[in-house]
């Protein structure tokens, strides 16, 4: 090893260079990262504002949209009462059990309610038919325009009073109640 340094001055000089490149390189390593790091900071600090712009906007869509008149809504009853409302879901009713081949017993309106900005207007159906009937009126009421949903469903098997000894002769009786919906009436001004 002495053989490489030939002076005391060069080697206090080699040793000097290599604890400042010692030095040098572990400054390095702590200052790179903390660099690296409040780079990323304030990238994820513009990144936080935009995300904030984007959320403001879109408050203040909702808050516009929420403050507009209730759109026309695809499916409801366009009437001006939920008499005239329950009039039609009575005749797409009624159209539906003939159409489906079966016998309309009665129809009757129900007590309408509200659910948030529409009003539900449910009928009640009584009719007879066998279930391939059954089955065809259901897709019928199901797939309407307007929307109608059966609420409730009671089936039951229709008994011949002649026959005591033949009790089902595949005739059905039905009990449903159909509900179709309509936006409520603006407040008359």
């Given at each position: 090893?002495?053989g490489?340094?030939?002076?005391?001055?060069?080697?206090?000089?080699?040793?000097?260079?290599?604890?400042?490149?010692?030095?040098?390189?572990?400054?390095?390593?702590?200052?790179?990262?903390?660099?690296?790091?409040?780079?990323?900071?304030?990238?994820?600090?513009?990144?936080?504002?935009?995300?904030?712009?984007?959320?403001?906007?879109?408050?203040?869509?909702?808050?516009?949209?929420?403050?507009?008149?209730?759109?026309?809504?695809?499916g409801?009853?366009?009437?001006?009462?939920?008499?005239?409302?329950?009039?039609?879901?009575?005749?797409?009713?009624?159209?539906?059990?003939?159409?489906?081949?079966?016998?309309?017993?009665?129809?009757?309106?129900?007590?309408?309610?509200?659910?948030?900005?529409?009003?539900?207007?449910?009928?009640?159906?009584?009719?007879?038919?066998?279930?391939?009937?059954?089955?065809?009126?259901?897709?019928?009421?199901?797939?309407?325009?307007?929307?109608?949903?059966?609420?409730?469903?009671?089936?039951?098997a229709?008994?011949?009073?002649?026959?005591?000894?033949?009790?089902?002769?595949?005739?059905i009786?039905?009990?449903?109640?159909?509900?179709?919906?309509?936006?409520?009436?603006?407040?008359?001004?």
């Amino acid at each position: 090893m002495t053989g490489l340094v030939a002076t005391p001055a060069a080697s206090r000089a080699a040793a000097v260079a290599i604890l400042l490149a010692l030095l040098g390189l572990a400054a390095a390593m702590i200052l790179v990262p903390l660099w690296l790091i409040d780079r990323q900071h304030e990238e994820l600090a513009a990144i936080d504002q935009r995300v904030r712009a984007i959320h403001a906007g879109l408050a203040n869509q909702a808050q516009q949209a929420g403050s507009e008149a209730v759109p026309d809504v695809q499916g409801t009853i366009e009437a001006q009462s939920p008499s005239l409302a329950g009039g039609i879901i009575q005749e797409l009713t009624g159209n539906a059990v003939v159409v489906s081949g079966g016998e309309l017993r009665s129809v009757e309106l129900l007590p309408t309610r509200e659910e948030e900005r529409f009003v539900a207007v449910p009928i009640r159906v009584t009719f007879t038919g066998d279930s391939v009937m059954l089955r065809e009126f259901l897709y019928r009421i199901e797939t309407s325009s307007p929307v109608l949903l059966v609420e409730r469903l009671d089936i039951t098997a229709e008994q011949s009073p002649d026959d005591p000894s033949n009790v089902w002769q595949g005739d059905i009786q039905v009990a449903a109640e159909i509900v179709g919906w309509m936006r409520q009436p603006e407040p008359q001004s």
